[in-house]
C-alpha cells in the first residue's frame, strides 16, 4: 500500500468479507480517520466524519444492512462513545454519552470503550473499556437494551483489567482479551455464564486482540508488546481446557500489533500495527487450514494485497 494512505498511527482493522472490503482506522491530527481498501489492498475511499479517536472497529455486514462500528476513546466531543457508519461514513447511531466518560448504565456510558463484535442477529459485545473507569464486559440486544454485563476490575473469574477485544466462536462462547490480566475469559453467550479462562499461553505479555479462523479450529492472539500472534487449537464445545499454540508468527521488533481481523470467506489474517503504522495481510498456505502452515506474510507488493505506510524505496 502506498505511504501517502496511512499518514497515522493505525489502531484497528475490520473486514467485510461479504463485500470484499477493509476498513482501517487511524489516529492524528489533519488526517482521514477511516480508510476503505479491497481486500487486496486498493484504496477506495476515506472519511472522517465525527470520528475523534478510534480504538476499536467491526464491520457487520448482511445481505440486508452494510455497517461500520468504531469505538472512539477521543476527549472532544464525539468521544467515549461507539457509532454506527454506513460504509461512506454516514452516521447512523450513537451509543454512549458523547464527550462525557462515565460509568452509567442508564444511560449508558463508556470510558474508552476498547472493542465490540456484532452478530449477525444484531446483537453487540462490548468491551469497555481501556484503562478507564470501566473493566466490563455488556451485551446489548440489536435494539440496544442491556442483556446481561460483568464489570468489575478484579483478578478473579468474570473480572477484568483493561478488557480489550472479544469475539465469539462457533460454538457460541465470547472471548475476551483480558489483557492486564494476561488470559483470555469465556463466556456463554446467551446467559452471560463465566466458563473458563487461559491464562498459560500468556505469560509473557497478555492478549490484545482475539479472533478466531473461519473453520472455528483455530485461535488467532496478538501481543503487542512482543510484536507477536499466536495461533491455538480452539477448544471443543463443552470444553475450554488450556490454551495450546500451535503456531506464533514473530513479528519484526516494535511492529506492536494491536487488533486484528480475519476474513470470513479467506481465512486471511490483518493486522494493525501501531509501532509500524502499517496493516500487514497474512494469507492461509492452503484452503483447509488443516496445519498451521498456514500464515505467511505477502511482500510489500500492492496488487498482492501487503499493506505499509512507510516508503521502504
Known sequence: MYSEYFTGATFCVAVDSLNGLVYVAQRGDNISK???????????????????????????????????????VGSGSYGHTIKKYNSFGDLVQVLGTPGKKGTGLNPLQFDNPAELYVEDTGDIYIVDGDGGLNNRLIKLSQDYM??????????????????????????GRVWVADRGNKRLQVFDKDSGEWLGAWNNCFTEEGPSSVRFTPDGKYLIAAQLRLSRLLVAAAPPVGSIGRCSVISTIQLADQVSPHLLDVSAKTGAIYVAEIGAKQVQKFVPMNSSFSSFGSYVSLPEDVSRGSWDSQNRG
Open 34 to 72: 477511516v480508510l476503505v481498501f479491497t481486500e487486496d489492498g486498493y484504496f477506495l475511499r476515506a472519511w472522517n466524519y465525527t470520528v475523534d479517536t478510534p480504538h476499536g472497529i467491526f464491520a457487520a455486514s448482511t445481505l440486508h444492512e452494510q455497517s461500520i462500528w468504531i469505538t472512539d
Open 146 to 171: 442491556i442483556l446481561w454485563l460483568h464489570g468489575e476490575n478484579g483478578t478473579g473469574p468474570a473480572k477484568f483489567n483493561i478488557p480489550h477485544s472479544v469475539t465469539v466462536d462457533s460454538a
